[in-house]
């Protein structure tokens, strides 16, 4: 089962991501006119690229290899693997992320790397924890982990919480049960949590009555599109797995017409409702159109299954690497395409 969840997890984020990208940070009335339904690629002709979204679910997955449950390692591979990340010169880096991983390369310890920020970074990779992890206490301490070295905040680590048990829930339940996913978030965010815990219960409420992703966003105030707030981005992203649980193609469009940060909120719920539909689940054409290298779709699967059988107790597993000069011709080719959409944005229609 998790070897469906956490493939499932990994290439859902990868296709939500890049179906999501062209359409980041604009309104939904502008996205419609200049760019269309989001019902394939629009990024580079008719393919899609991935950006920081599926490049952290995949550096969470290669140090969950790398540390196992063991939260101080898994801490160090990560943080090394996101200091390396940020010398790419990667594209749309978050601002807390990058000024994290500046602090990584003076010598901050991880443990005092992280801003405070309440922004969605920590939610747009922690969902490979939930799909991949069964003991709950471990896949906490590794959630809280992976957002601290980034996010100081405690919203930041409460969205993240709420993303993995979603994402866990996604994979145990045929049946999605929105009360009892939400018991379990309010048993770990406690008090603190409250006004993420009152935005989740008006989620229930919207999406039992069967109203759109859209309108609910637009309930919040997000007429203009998702903002990177985690108070935003995580309501939004669970209304969209909690309307089309089992519907990934449905899930990830809703999500995207809502504008605004449409890439993390589409890999977001890409990643919930992969890990429980599987790849199978993933629309063939979504697959076969994402334009990636080094970190193919082939590489993806990869990654997966030596996640899944780390796991599974084969200590022999070692987690598949990228060559950097690999990485860094590729973030050159990206940034040139990224500045392209910029320019075209430009131009009409308005």
Request: aromatic share 8%; glycine share 10%.
């Amino acid at each position: 089962m998790n070897y469906h969840a956490i493939v499932g997890c990994i290439l859902g984020t990868a296709v939500g991501d890049a179906l999501g990208l062209p359409y980041e940070g604009i309104s939904p009335q502008r996205a419609a006119r200049l760019l269309g339904p989001p019902d394939r690629y629009r990024f580079l002709v008719r393919r899609g690229m991935v950006s920081d979204d599926t490049e952290h679910t995949c550096m969470v997955a290669q140090s969950l290899i790398d540390a196992g449950a063991d939260v101080p390692k898994f801490t160090r591979s990560f943080a090394r693997r996101l200091r390396w990340w940020i010398l790419a010169l990667p594209a749309g880096v978050g601002k807390a992320t990058a000024r994290s991983g500046i602090k990584l390369w003076l010598g901050v310890s991880p443990a005092k790397a992280g801003v405070f920020s309440a922004g969605n970074g920590p939610a747009m990779r922690a969902a490979i924890l939930g799909a991949a992890l069964n003991d709950v206490p471990s896949m906490l301490n590794l959630v809280r982990a992976s957002s601290q070295l980034t996010h100081s905040d405690p919203k930041a680590e409460y969205g993240a919480i709420a993303v993995a048990l979603a994402a866990k829930h996604s994979r145990d339940y045929q049946a999605i049960d929105a009360n009892l996913w939400l018991d379990e978030v309010v048993d770990v965010v406690g008090n603190g949590g409250g006004e993420l815990i009152d935005s989740f219960r008006r989620v229930i409420r919207s999406s039992e009555t069967g109203e759109s992703t859209r309108t609910f966003a637009n309930s919040l105030g997000l007429n203009d599109g998702v903002t990177g707030y985690t108070y935003h981005t995580v309501p939004v992203a669970i209304h969209a797995w909690l309307s089309n649980p089992k519907d990934f193609r449905k899930a990830v469009t809703s999500t995207i017409e809502c504008g605004g940060d449409a890439d993390t909120t589409a890999a977001i719920v890409g990643a919930i409702v992969g890990a429980g539909v599987g790849r199978e689940g993933i629309p063939n054409e979504w697959l076969d159109g994402i334009w990636e290298w080094p970190r193919r779709v082939s590489w993806m699967e990869r990654l997966g299954e030596s996640l899944a059988d780390s796991l599974a107790g084969d200590s022999s597993v070692k987690s598949p690497t990228l060559n950097p000069i690999a990485v860094l011709l590729r973030n050159l080719l990206f940034l040139f395409i990224v500045l392209f959409h910029g320019f075209r944005r430009l131009a009409p229609p308005y």
